[in-house]
T-cell receptor
């Protein structure tokens, strides 16, 4: 059964810092991996989607990498801003079945 | 283009009452999903529908039923609500086929069962 973990559970950084969020999964037979952002009391907003054949995806200040063989993905945020404060979740879809399996999230606070 | 919409936004039920959560998407996606989000448990899949006319159980289907009314709409029904069903419910949709594209989520329904 696929399990997804995210470390750290919470992170607090001063504005302007570059930071890395980690996502690990136990079964490397994944179809794709998606990173989301969730603001308090809101739904999930898609940030980046990486197909299993890709190594990384970039959008603005965000860069996500994928290493299937080691079961890891990282989300790199450059020059963090207070507006980046949110919970970041990763989700993987296996090659088998329709399920997306979510990690528990990393709660990020960027301090002005 | 509204994306994924959900109604209601908030609901309080008494134990044993029934209700239906509504979800609609206007992106012409073939697949739709219902999740619940609980503190410390993350998001868990309740049911999904790969295409109009098909539904399948996810990780936590007990106590729920679903209907894929047409390509746009996917509803979740609680027949006899229990306090353990207090949660935030999210609907999502995506295109799936030869390639699986990203999921888009609705704003959620916050349900309290007393």
């Amino acid at each position: 059964k696929q399990e997804v973990t995210q470390i750290p559970a919470a992170l607090s950084v001063p504005e302007g810092e570059n930071l890395v969020l980690n996502c690990s999964f136990t079964d490397s037979a994944i179809y794709n991996l998606q990173w989301f952002r969730q603001d308090p009391g809101k739904g999930l907003t898609s940030l980046l989607l990486i197909q299993s054949s890709q190594r990384e995806q970039t959008s603005g200040r965000l860069n996500a990498s994928l290493d299937k063989s080691s079961g890891r993905s990282t989300l790199y945020i450059a020059a963090s801003q207070p507006g980046d404060s949110a919970t970041y979740l990763c989700a993987v879809r296996n090659n088998y079945g329709q399920n997306f399996v979510f990690g528990p999230g990393t709660r990020l606070s960027v301090l002005p | 283009n509204a994306g994924v919409t959900q109604t209601p936004k908030f609901q309080v039920l008494k134990t044993g009452q029934s209700m239906t959560l509504q979800c609609a998407q206007d992106m012409n996606h073939n697949s739709m999903y219902w999740y619940r989000q609980d503190p410390g448990m993350g998001l868990r899949l309740i049911y999904y529908s790969a295409s109009e006319g098909t539904t399948d159980k996810g990780e936590v289907p007990n106590g729920y039923n679903v209907s894929r009314l047409n390509k746009r709409e996917f509803s979740l029904r609680l027949e006899s609500a229990a306090p353990s069903q207090t949660s935030v419910y999210f609907c999502a949709s995506s295109v799936t086929g030869l390639v699986v594209y990203e999921q888009y989520f609705g704003p959620g329904t916050r349900l309290t069962v007393t």
